[in-house]
């Protein structure tokens, strides 16, 4: 009988492990409980601790964050998208003056006009607009992408992804079961206002730098009459495109900003009871961002689409050239 005892636990160690592996996830009754966020990786544990820690003395690249002492492609990537956004955040700012501040100021597109040409040897130099534009748009976006992926990776690996079980459950026709487990990482308003406003940046790109270029061959004698121009001959679509823009630009860099300066509260901060203190605190937080990005929204607003657009057209040789661009996108 012992013989017999010892041949049968390792066909039965085996079907346990077996039947283990293959079986398929039930669903949580109160899956919401096991929504949040699971303790971070090592390596990602190892990112987020104090400066202090690692900072050592004799070490110059320590400070820097080159060091290469346990950090991981998220921490490089993290600074990459918050570095880019302080470089084009320099180039907003001058932008909004030259757009916004300037007409609002002398209430006339013609004397504004200069400020503009003279902003342009700042960023719009062979060596400048790459170095103050494209590059931080690029970097910022990609290295953004990637940390998400990264994210569903490290999210895979926390639940198992390799496993039959995981398998089963991503191709699981059950809500419930998809419900209980997040393999990407939350989609924040800030990302998708990001997303939105790349497209309406490169949008606004192609009408006012690349699209002179192919049209007429120059794109210096695009400026606020340019604008103004376009807004004479068909008022609705520039009226959209760049309400939309200023709205949605402003609030994605005035929430992002808020965000590195670590002032954002969090995205369930509404849900907070037990503590009426931390609520009062985060709900005001909440209300100066917003103030925040309606304050300049409406700065934008008062001189882009209050001065600007109302100019009306330009006339002259001027106009026959915007005419001819315009007409290119049968606007």
Known sequence: MASDHRTLNPKASQETLISLLQLDPSPIDNASLYEKDLPPLPEEDQESSSYSTRHTPTSSTSALGLSG????????LSRIQRYSSY?????????VANTAVFPLVYQSVPYSEPFLLMARELYQTPFTEPLLVALPVVAHVTSGI?????????????????????WALHHSKSPHQKHSIKIWPPLTYISVSGYIFVGLLASHVGM?????????????????QFVSHGFARHPLPPWIAYSLLLSVGVGHM????????????????????????????????WW???????????LWAAGGLGIVARAGPAEGWLATVYDNIYVAVGH
């Open 208 to 224: 006012n730098r690349i699209l002179p270029l192919v049209v007429d061959g120059d794109s210096s004698n695009i400026g606020l």
């Open 288 to 298: 100066g961002i917003q103030a925040v990005s309606l304050s300049l929204a409406a």
């Open 254 to 285: 005035v929430w992002g900003w808020a965000k590195w300066l670590n002032l954002t509260p969090p995205a369930n901060w509404k849900k907070i009871t037990f503590d009426k203190q931390l609520r009062k605190r985060r709900r005001r937080a």
């Open 87 to 95: 470089t084009f955040s320099f180039f907003a700012g001058l932008h």
């Open 69 to 76: 002492s346990g950090h991981g492609p998220i921490y490089y």
């Open 146 to 166: 990637a940390i998400r992926l990264l994210r569903r990776r490290q999210n895979l690996k926390r639940y198992g992804g390799e496993t039959p079980g995981m």
